[in-house]
């Protein structure tokens, strides 16, 4: 059945601390039109589920050692596992992705820039309970 498996070490990066906020859509579920000539309106089904997404926000520093990463990734196309741990015990959510939108940047006169990506789920994700 797993003749075919491969096992590799994950090794995580240091904290991202220049994150300043983490948005995620949820995952959603297309709908199979199942209408037949005796349906009295459009009848749909669940279909496929199509993983959402991480956005994460930080500030602008493209020679740090992760935002150099992030765009190393993008560049490559690389599906990676990324682990986002919860404060307070609420557990960590951990996912495999790939950098769908490349780093931005908006700033003004006399500000602090900013900058984001969005990390595309190419799978599933765990909440994983704290151990």
Known sequence: MFTNAKVARVTWSNNFCAI???????????????????????????????????????????????????????????????LIVFKNNQGSLYGTGFIQTSTNISGEVKGKFESGVTIKQSKRDYLLPVA
């Open 20 to 82: 300043k906020n983490i948005e995620k859509d949820g995952d959603t579920l297309t709908e199979e039109d199942v209408t037949t000539m005796c349906s009295e309106g459009t009848e749909t089904e669940p279909g496929d589920i199509e993983f959402g997404n991480v956005k994460l926000t930080f500030f602008w520093a493209p020679a740090t050692a992760m935002q150099a990463d992030l765009r190393k990734k993008f560049y490559g196309k690389e599906t990676f596992p990324y």
